[in-house]
C-alpha cells in the first residue's frame, strides 16, 4: 500500500498570500465591497456568479419564505436543544436534519424535479396540457412534493414571492409558466394549492439551478429562521424544554412487566 | 389581543406520546423496570438491545451483541469520525461539541455501511448459497477477522450458522448484531454508532486543546484550481 495520499482537487478556496480565492474570484480584488451573502451562496452551490438582477430573486426568495414561528417542527427543534444555552449546536442538529426531510428548505429540489419533469410532459404550459401528467401521478399515488398547503387555503408566501417576481418581470420565464399551469391544473383536479417549495424551484429552475443546487441554495437562504430562533432560544434556556412536565406525556409503550431474571429470583 | 394564525386556529394534540421509556420517577424501559429490575440482572448492553428491539435478549443474543459491539469499537484517527473529533478538539471546540462532531460523523459512516450492506439485510432474512459480491470476503484479513469472530463467539457459546460463509468483516459483523435481533437498517446504524462513540471520544481528547502547528494540515494533500 502506497504511504502517500492522493491529492484531492478543490475549486472552492484558497489562503494565498495578501488574499484568498473564493470559487475562482479574489476576494479582495474581485468580491469584497461588490458581491452580496446571496452572491456568495450562489457562487458556493452553484459555482456561478450571478448577475445583480439575478441575486436580487434569491434575496427575494430568502425573504418571501421567511417564516420563523419557533412551533414549527425543524424550528422547534432549535428551540429544544438551545435550550441547555448552545445556539450553534440548535442551529447544527435543525441543519442536519434538513437533508431529504418531509418539510423545510430541502423540499425546493424535490418540486424542482416534479416541475422540471411536468414542463419536459406538458410543453405547452397550459393548466389543460398540465391536467394529464398531473393526474396520472395522482392515479398513481404519487406524492407530490411542492403541492398541498397545510393548515390554511394557501400559502401566504407563494403569493409575497409572486408579487416579488411580477415587479422584476419573471414570471413570464418558463418555469414560472409551468407553476402556474401546473397549480391551476392542481385545483381543479384536486383542489391543491402549491406551496412556497414549488414557488421557489420555479423561481431558481429559472435562474438555471439544478434540483441539488435549489436544495441547497434554500437551506442556505433560509438560515436566518434558524438562526433567530436558536439566538433567543439560547438565551432563555427554557427549563420546560429542557424536561417538559410529566403530565405532558402520554405513555402509549408496553404496560409494566417483571424480567425472566426478577421473576425467577 | 394575541397574533392568530393557523396554528392558533388548528387543533393539536396536547400531549407528547413516549413509547418506550416512561417519564417521572422509577422510570421503566419497554415496560420494565430499570433500577429495581434491569439494573439488578441484565448488562448495559442487554438494555440497549432491549430498547431497540422492544424485547429482553436471550443469554445467546446478548453475548452475539457484546462480541459484536466490541469488534466495533475501535476507531483509529484514520477513520473519518475520529479525525473529525480530532480536529473538533484542535479547534478548542467544547466536549459537547467534540462529542457531537463525532456523532453526527459517525451516523454518516453508519448511514454509508448500511447502504452498502441493504443486500446482506435482505439476504439474512433468506441465506442461500449465493453471496453478493459486495459482502463477500476480500481477502485473507476478512477471513482472519471473521475467524476471530467466531472464536470470540464460541467462547461465548454462540454458533452463528450464515458466519461458515465466506463474508467480509463488516458483512459478519451486521449478521452477528442481526442474530442478536437488530434487523432493521436503523437499529444497526444506531449500534454502529454507539460501539466506537467511546473510542472516537477518547480519541480526540488525547489531542492537545488549539494544537494547531501539531495538526498536519496538508494531510492529505489538496490541490486549488479555479474553477
Known amino acids: 500500500m502506497s504511504s502517500k495520499p492522493p491529492s484531492l482537487t478543490t475549486h472552492v478556496g ?6 484568498n480565492r473564493y470559487c475562482g474570484f479574489s476576494v479582495g480584488a474581485e468580491l469584497a465591497g ?19 438582477e439575478e441575486r436580487a430573486v434569491l434575496d427575494d426568495i430568502a425573504v418571501a419564505m421567511t417564516v420563523a414561528d419557533a412551533r414549527v417542527w425543524p424550528l422547534k427543534m432549535t ?12 442551529v447544527a442538529a435543525a441543519n442536519v436534519c434538513l437533508e431529504e426531510a418531509y418539510v423545510g428548505h430541502w ?46 387555503p394557501e400559502d401566504e408566501r407563494v403569493r409575497m414571492l409572486r408579487e416579488c417576481l411580477v415587479r422584476r418581470g419573471r414570471t413570464g420565464l418558463p418555469y414560472w409558466r409551468t407553476l402556474e399551469a401546473a397549480s391551476g391544473a392542481a385545483r381543479i383536479l384536486r383542489n391543491l394549492e402549491p406551496n412556497i417549495g414549488l414557488a421557489v424551484a420555479a423561481a431558481c429552475l429559472d435562474l438555471g439551478f439544478s434540483p441539488r443546487q435549489i436544495s441547497l441554495v434554500c437551506v442556505a437562504l433560509g438560515q436566518t429562521d434558524y438562526v433567530a430562533n436558536a439566538v433567543e432560544g439560547g438565551e432563555q434556556r427554557p427549563a420546560v424544554l429542557r424536561r417538559l412536565p410529566d403530565a405532558a406525556i402520554e405513555y402509549v ?9 426478577e421473576a425467577g429470583e | 389581543m394575541s397574533r392568530r394564525g393557523p396554528i392558533e386556529d388548528n387543533e393539536w394534540p396536547e400531549k407528547l406520546k413516549s413509547h418506550v421509556v416512561t417519564a417521572g420517577a422509577a422510570p421503566r424501559i419497554h415496560g420494565y423496570l430499570v433500577e429495581s429490575d434491569l439494573a439488578k440482572h441484565y448488562r448495559f448492553t442487554d438494555t440497549a438491545l432491549l430498547a431497540l428491539t422492544g424485547e429482553l435478549p436471550s443469554e445467546a443474543e446478548g453475548a452475539a451483541f457484546d462480541v459484536a459491539m466490541t469488534f466495533l469499537a475501535p476507531l483509529s484517527v484514520a477513520e473519518a ?25 459517525l451516523a454518516e459512516r453508519a448511514r454509508f455501511i448500511v447502504a452498502q450492506c441493504g443486500k ?18 476480500q481477502g485473507e484479513e476478512d477471513r482472519v477477522a471473521v475467524q476471530a469472530l467466531r472464536d470470540a463467539l464460541a467462547r461465548r457459546h454462540v454458533d452463528i450458522e450464515v458466519l461458515a460463509k465466506p463474508l467480509s468483516r463488516e458483512a459478519a459483523l451486521v449478521a452477528t448484531l442481526w442474530f442478536a435481533g437488530l434487523r432493521r437498517p436503523e437499529q444497526v446504524e444506531t449500534a454502529l454508532v454507539m460501539a466506537s462513540l467511546p473510542t472516537v471520544v477518547a480519541e480526540a481528547h488525547c489531542h492537545d486543546v488549539a494544537s494547531f502547528r501539531e495538526y498536519p494540515i496538508k494531510l492529505p494533500p489538496f490541490e486549488y484550481e479555479d474553477p
Open chain 2, 81 to 105: 469520525p475520529a479525525h473529525a473529533a480530532a480536529l473538533a478538539r484542535v479547534c478548542g471546540a467544547r466536549s459537547s461539541a467534540i462529542l457531537a462532531a463525532a456523532a453526527i460523523t
Open chain 1, 107 to 152: 423540499t425546493s429540489g424535490d418540486a424542482a424535479v416534479l416541475l422540471s419533469a411536468l414542463r419536459a410532459e406538458a410543453p405547452e404550459l397550459t393548466v389543460a396540457a398540465m391536467r394529464e401528467p398531473l393526474d396520472r401521478r395522482f392515479r398513481e399515488g404519487v406524492r407530490l412534493i411542492g403541492f398541498g398547503v397545510p393548515f390554511r
Open chain 1, 253 to 261: 409503550g408496553k404496560a409494566n412487566r417483571i424480567s425472566p431474571r
Open chain 2, 120 to 137: 446482506l439485510l435482505d439476504w439474512l432474512a433468506a441465506p442461500d448459497d449465493a453471496l453478493d459480491p459486495s459482502i463477500e470476503a
Open chain 1, 79 to 90: 428551540r429544544v436543544v438551545s435550550s441547555y444555552g448552545g445556539s450553534l449546536a440548535a
Open chain 1, 14 to 19: 484558497h489562503a494565498d498570500w495578501g488574499d
Open chain 1, 34 to 52: 461588490t458581491e452580496t451573502i446571496a452572491g456568495l451562496i450562489a457562487l458556493a452551490t452553484t459555482g456561478r456568479r450571478l448577475a445583480p
